[in-house]
């Protein structure tokens, strides 16, 4: 009734789930990015050295998220196999908490991300990992 569109209400409903008092699990597979709000985008801010993000070498300190596809949760990672075609979600204006509970995963599982460098966007996948830090 107040006039959002699904998308908006989907926003609205990963904010309350992704809120400050839920915090992601510690033990699911991370992909090496770390992303900040600035103004209303998603900005990598850190790369973990030797990370999935690292070892693609297309990731780069300022690229943009646009997109996540959080693949199939339950498929591991391998050639060919693991995302959807039709599940990207558009993250662009979600906050950091929110869109990293479509980043992280199973480990072995891969998600896709749409980035823009620029006024270019391009796509990878990557596989999720376990954490190395405490």
Do not use: Y
Request: aromatic share 2%; hydrophobic share 35%; net charge negative.
């Amino acid at each position: 009734e107040d006039g959002a569109s699904e998308e908006d209400q989907n926003h609205r409903d990963a904010e309350q789930q992704g809120g400050a008092a839920h915090q992601p699990d510690p033990k699911a597979g991370r992909i090496g990015l770390a992303f900040r709000n600035v103004g209303h985008e998603l900005v990598v801010v850190g790369i973990r050295p030797d990370g999935p993000a690292e070892r693609c070498g297309r990731i780069e300190l300022g690229d943009v998220l646009l997109c996540v596809n959080p693949g199939q949760r339950d498929s591991p990672a391998g050639p060919g196999g693991g995302l959807c075609a039709d599940v990207w979600v558009d993250v662009a204006k979600w906050r950091n908490r929110s869109a990293a509970h479509l980043i992280l995963g199973p480990v072995g599982t891969i998600v896709g991300l749409k980035l823009k460098r620029g006024g270019e966007s391009f796509e990878v996948v990557l596989s999720r990992e376990a954490s190395t830090s405490a």
